[in-house]
């Protein structure tokens, strides 16, 4: 059975229509990419997911159970970090248990054996803005993963990083991602990213926004510090050509 | 990346010369002024006979003081509390804040000098009328200041703490009100410089004790010299006053003064 299984779902806002007709679904342990071009509304299916829109078409399942709004199945990573410049880091990574209404103390317990895998060992004690972008960004996923749900949506994590910090945040993600195997959607604009990373990848029309193509990325991991394989190569050839007739342009 | 590094040391000290040089050299020339035109004190006292009549005259500034300072904080205290509920019933119901927002903003158009003796006039000579006095012309900049805060808070950290199933009441608590901290202060430090001049300005207009009544005596008697002691009292209250929320505002926004931030 699918974590999510989301079946022609639709929105309209205010007269726009933002989705058209949205089918994916997501399968427990899987790494799963959405990619489209800018403003096709990626970052709107997480909106719906953590209950900040509602869809007014099309059904969306959590496990065969109906999302409702009550029911937070999501670990949420947003586009910026979004950490509190005034919370120390140890405070910003206990956000979510402290809203689940764990005490605090229990809630740096949880979180303190996670800080050498997220290399935050040491920094507990600084406010984000003494952290580097790369430091923030790992800061803001460790937040993500310490709330304990079932399913993470990234929404592009990287992408406010200088290309060397994005390059190296990937490798590491993907080092953590192949011990911990956590059930992930990623929305993002970057085709590299996405075969390096996913098991799937669903490519999004533009506005409103349907799914065009499912790709699958048979790829051996890891795949990220070594040369591109023939495989990989051939995806992102074919995945690049997809967007860019979405825009309108040619190679 | 950057931690924990110190500032330059003396940096606060050096800053403050050209204040201190520049105020010093002003009460100089007014001194060497009055010295070298022999303007008579009833006209003009120089900075050192104001002196003087603080010193002489040190047990009636210090009871007068005292009722000021009261009047000041418990006008404050209410003004305080006001400003930071009716923020937040405010924030909580968008619809309150557009029918109540016209009423405050009128109530800073009305002159002070029109409704002092009315406030006294209704509430008598006691403390009640300098504290409503205090409170309506502090609470307006700390309302604004918290309500333009609490709309500056990130909307992404906002839609963060929705996607974690935290409750309005939680987001107002971790998100919106430390995001308008920053703005709270800036109010405070405008209200806090009002306070003692509305305090100073009621009791001018009817009270039994007060730096106002000694304004006020003083000037009845021809004598500019007490005038100006019980202002440099009032001018010294506020800059102690002024003092106290600036080191306020560096415990309370710590997280502003790391490096890497401004």
């Keep these: 059975m699918s974590v999510l299984d989301m079946r022609n779902v639709g929105l309209t806002i205010g007269g726009t229509a933002i989705l058209d007709d949205i089918s994916l679904h997501l399968a427990e342990g899987e790494f799963l990419s959405i990619l489209g071009p800018s403003g096709a509304g990626k970052s709107t299916i997480f909106r719906l997911l953590t209950g900040a829109a509602q869809h007014d078409s099309g059904t969306i399942t959590c496990n065969g159970q109906p999302l409702a709004t009550n029911q937070h199945g999501f670990g949420f990573m947003p586009q910026r970090d979004a950490l509190m410049p005034w919370r120390r880091i140890i405070d910003n990574l206990t956000l979510g248990l402290e809203v689940q209404g764990i005490r605090r103390k229990d809630a740096r317990a949880h979180v303190t054996p996670l800080l050498a895998d997220f290399g935050l060992d040491g920094f507990t004690d600084h406010y984000p803005a003494q952290l580097s972008g790369g430091m923030r960004q790992r800061a803001a996923l460790l937040r993500t993963i310490a709330q304990n749900r079932p399913v993470q949506l990234l929404d592009e994590p990287f992408g406010a990083l200088d290309a060397l910090t994005r390059t190296q945040m990937q490798a590491w993600f993907e080092k953590r991602w192949r011990t911990a195997r956590w059930t992930t959607l990623l929305v993002t604009h970057d085709v590299r990213e996405a075969v390096a990373l996913s098991d799937r990848i669903y490519v999004l029309s533009r506005r409103p926004a349907r799914v065009i193509a499912e790709v699958h990325v048979p790829a051996p991991r890891p795949r990220l510090g070594r040369p591109v394989s023939a495989d990989a190569h051939a995806i992102e050839a074919q995945l690049l050509e997809i967007l860019l007739n979405q825009t309108g342009e040619t190679l | ?262």
């Design chain 2, 1 to 262: 990346m950057q931690f924990d590094v110190p500032r330059r040391p003396g940096r606060g000290l050096t800053r403050g010369i050209p204040a201190v040089l520049s105020v010093v050299s002003a009460f100089l020339i007014w001194e060497l002024y009055v010295r070298l035109s022999g303007i008579s004190p009833l006209m003009l006292p120089a900075p050192s006979r104001v002196l003087d009549q603080i010193v002489l005259n040190r047990a009636l500034l210090w009871d007068n003081t005292v009722p000021t300072l009261k009047a000041t904080f418990a006008g404050f205290a209410l003004s305080l509390t006001v400003a930071f509920g009716l923020s937040v019933v405010l924030d909580f119901m968008p619809r309150v804040r557009r029918a109540l927002f016209p009423i405050f903003v009128v109530s800073q158009t009305l002159p002070l000098v029109a409704i002092a003796p009315l406030v006294v006039l209704w509430f008598g000579f006691d403390l009640t009328p300098k504290v409503l006095l205090v409170a309506l012309v502090t609470f307006f900049p700390m309302l604004v200041a918290l309500v333009d805060g609490y709309a500056a808070t990130d909307p992404e950290i906002e839609d963060l703490m929705r996607s974690m199933g935290a409750t309005r009441g939680q987001i107002f608590r971790s998100a919106r009100f430390p995001s308008a901290m920053p703005y709270f202060f800036a109010g405070l430090r405008i209200s806090i410089t009002y306070a003692v001049v509305a305090a100073i300005f009621a009791e001018y207009v009817g009270a039994r004790a007060g730096l106002g009544i000694v304004i006020l005596n003083a000037k009845n008697s021809f004598r500019p010299d007490l005038v100006l002691a019980a202002v440099v009292i009032s001018s010294a209250l506020t800059l102690v006053l002024f003092a106290v929320t600036a080191l306020l505002q560096r415990v309370v926004l710590r997280w502003r003064d790391v490096e890497g931030n401004r």
